[in-house]
């Protein structure tokens, strides 16, 4: 059977190819980490009705073709998920920096603009 893969493609990064382990345990199962209900819904006592059911086993107890490549599609999402989870808490940390530099040059040109010559002399000349 052929092993699913993604590729993620963007303007601000390398391109990410996700390959799937069949040994891994993580494309085993269609209970991912990163899929169903959020903790916030299911601390607020939310029951996950929509949890996938197990990969469908044959007669002699094996996964069957479908169900291996749910599973194996599963764990796929999940390492996906992580790595754009990633990309978007290193695009937050981001946003502080930028807004404190932002704020900096608008303090710069308003101190020009008000007839200041942007020099913070400590004799005043």
């Known amino acids: 059977m052929l092993l699913p ?22 494309y085993q199962t269609t209970d991912g980490k990163t899929t169903g209900a ?5 601390n607020a006592g939310q029951v996950d009705r929509d949890r996938p059911s197990e990969p469908r086993k044959d007669v002699n107890g094996k996964i069957t073709a479908l169900g291996e490549l749910r599973a194996r599609l599963t764990g796929l999402q999940d390492d996906i998920n992580e790595f754009l989870t990633e990309r978007m808490e290193l695009a937050k940390g981001k946003k502080p920096r930028l807004a404190k530099q932002e704020q900096r040059i608008e303090s710069e040109i308003k101190e020009l603009l008000d007839g200041g010559d942007g020099d913070d002399d400590a004799d005043g000349l």
């Not at 959020?38 to 299911?42: E, G, I, Q, T």
């Open 5 to 26: 893969t993604a590729t993620y493609c963007g303007s601000d990064t390398k391109t990410v190819k996700f390959e799937v382990n069949p040994t891994d345990v993580r």
């Open 38 to 42: 959020s903790p916030y819904v299911l």
